[in-house]
């Protein structure tokens, strides 16, 4: 049985570490509402982005923007994968980042080899451990990150697509249900599905928006209409896709943190308890020794 130095020593030990989780779960809580009050905000804009970019992908335009039209072979595609950029946050990563796994596996029994854009730490170490073709990559990006930032390495897999070195990009990301549950995510970015669940878990079918039901009038031309507007479309889902992952990941590190607080708590108490045990054993123990001594004389 340890010494009653050494479970004291264990009690101060779990009593600060209770004090940091404590700590972080508050900081969490508070940039949980902040990050939450951003994802909210972008939601509506990207779901009609969604919308209007669905329903161009069925018009009868002039002019098809490359974004709009599927490739008969898919031999290459590209992979943005949003994690964070700091641990201690539960399971949000691990489910993230094996679905990536499972994907990749998928591909590569496909015959398809895949380009990475990897944005966070935690993403983008697992991939390098991975030996996966990172192409491009994002790390410390922050509690509020700018478009300017985010859009730069999106851009590679983007302009990869356009000069036909990739057939398709997808985005896997963790998109926030509630402060306890987090689902991650796969995304077809481009070229635009016919029919799909958007990041906010909404399902886009044909029933939705029917084909052949939607044309436009394009002012100045079709071209220049067409580019602005898939442009800000794919801005707004990586923007939406990193909002998202912030607001989970602030939710789950608050309950991890909880969590570790709570146990450390339980281990503080049954620390407390052989303490008190190993204590009254002492004390019985030379209560005796005296009875005994006394005795003997």
Not at 286 to 297: K, L
């Amino acid at each position: 049985m340890p010494s009653t130095k050494e479970i004291r020593g264990k009690i101060k030990s779990v009593q600060n570490t209770r004090k940091i989780t404590k700590a972080m779960e508050m900081v969490a809580a508070s940039k949980m509402k902040k990050a939450q009050d951003r994802m909210h905000a972008t939601r509506p804009y990207v779901g009609r982005a969604l919308a209007i970019a669905m329903h161009a992908a069925r018009a009868n335009a002039e002019y098809r923007h490359p974004f709009l039209v599927p490739r008969e072979q898919v031999k290459r595609v590209g992979a943005i994968v949003i994690t964070t950029d700091k641990g201690l946050c539960g399971g949000l990563n691990t489910n993230l980042l094996r679905q990536v796994v499972a994907q990749a596996r998928e591909w590569e029994r496909a015959g398809v080899e895949v380009d990475y854009t990897a944005v966070g730490n935690k993403g983008f170490n697992f991939l390098m451990r991975m030996k996966a073709n990172v192409v491009s990559y994002l790390t410390n990006y922050g509690d509020a990150p700018t478009l300017a930032s985010l859009i730069g390495p999106v851009k590679v897999l983007l302009d990869a697509y356009r000069e036909g070195r990739i057939d398709q990009v997808h985005v896997f990301t963790s998109r926030f249900v509630n402060t306890m549950r987090q689902d991650p995510t796969q995304l077809t970015l481009v070229p635009i599905p016919r029919e799909f669940i958007d990041i906010r878990g909404e399902r886009h079918t044909e029933e939705h928006v029917k084909a052949g039901s939607w044309d436009y009038l394009y002012e100045p031309d079709a071209k220049t209409v067409l580019d602005a507007m898939l442009t800000r479309y794919v801005e707004a889902i990586a923007f939406q896709s990193v909002s998202e992952n912030i607001a989970s990941e602030q939710s789950a590190r608050m309950v991890a943190m909880k969590a570790a607080s709570d146990n450390a708590t339980t281990i503080i108490d049954e620390l407390q308890l052989i303490y008190n045990k190993n204590r009254q054993a002492g004390i019985t123990k030379e209560i005796s020794e005296i009875v005994g001594g006394a005795a003997a004389v």
